[in-house]
């Protein structure tokens, strides 16, 4: 059995490590609640932009103008892989890396083979696991957490365009979780250039946003016309849905980690109770061997 002093160290550590964790968990509810406001208020204009893009742009795929919708066979394939800055929220930035694998081995495993996957990363787990391991990672936006603005999210959003647009990239996939409380974060592969009717099957292991499927024969009047709004709708609702994915991305990491550090408190305090125990055993045994060497002494002083 452990010595007293060695146990009133276990103690004290534990305990100045469930005040961290408890803080931990403190910060992360708060930012948890304006991302979680953030994202609720996003998600339904998020939702009709791109049911009415869908349906407009189904109706002029042979359009020179939606040159978004254009299906050109992956050979090159970008995954934005969106992680978080910061570790200590449970599995959420594991599970983003296990499925970013899981496309280059399966879906993407021809094009894997020929270099043909490129990664963007966001987020400085993603991005120092892959280049840790020289994956193909052409740029790192680290930093859009550190300012998550519509106006940082619509920049990535531009190059994206532009590098679909000339051709550096056949298909453009974001791995990212869906904030759906607290404790549950579902994992999406969404299709994100080029723009589809309906959306893309994604891996058995991860869920996909539900996005209704509109039949291109709805009623709209547009004005001035029909390639004029699409034209400057589609640019529109792709900055949007990037930056929906970072909000998505951002309050599941918030609602992960308070979750952990949920758990890592409760553990904390489960180990005090069985230190507890054993330094009042300890104590116990050291009193007893002391009256012992004592009544011991005693007799041997009468003899």
Request: charged fraction near 25%.
């Amino acid at each position: 059995m452990a010595g007293l002093k060695e146990v009133r160290i276990r103690i004290a550590s534990v305990k100045s490590t469930q005040q961290i964790t408890n803080a931990m968990k403190m910060v992360a509810a708060s930012k948890l609640r304006k991302a979680q406001t953030a994202i609720i208020k996003l998600r339904p204009y998020a939702a009709k932009l791109r049911e009415i893009l869908q349906n407009l742009s189904a109706t002029i795929d042979n359009s020179d103008e939606n040159v978004f919708s254009r299906e050109r066979k992956p050979e090159k394939v970008l995954l934005v892989v969106i992680a978080s800055n910061r570790g200590l929220c449970g599995a959420f930035n594991s599970n983003i890396v296990k499925m970013a694998l899981h496309l280059t081995a399966t879906k993407y495993h021809h094009q894997f083979l020929g270099n043909n996957v490129s990664f963007i990363t966001i987020g400085r787990k993603a991005s120092e696991y892959f280049r840790k391991r020289k994956y193909n990672v052409v740029e790192s936006h680290d930093d859009l957490f550190d300012q998550l603005t519509f106006s940082n999210a619509s920049a990535l959003a531009e190059k994206l365009m532009k590098s679909f647009v000339g051709k550096e990239y056949d298909r453009i996939d974001l791995i990212y979780n869906q904030f759906k409380n607290a404790a549950v974060q579902r994992l999406i592969v969404e299709q994100y250039l080029p723009i589809t009717p309906s959306q893309e099957t994604t891996p058995s292991s991860a869920k996909t946003t539900p996005v209704p499927i509109v039949k291109a024969e709805a009623d709209y009047i547009f004005e001035p016309d029909k390639e004029t709004i699409v034209r400057e709708l589609i640019p529109k609702t792709l900055r949007i849905q990037l930056f929906k994915a970072v909000l998505d991305s951002f309050a599941s990491e918030q609602g992960a980690r308070m979750t952990a550090m949920q758990k890592a408190t409760e553990n904390a305090k489960e180990l005090l109770r069985d230190l507890n125990i054993s330094y009042n055993k300890a104590r116990q045994n050291s009193i007893t061997n002391a009256i012992l060497e004592i009544v011991s002494g005693a007799e041997a002083l009468k003899g």
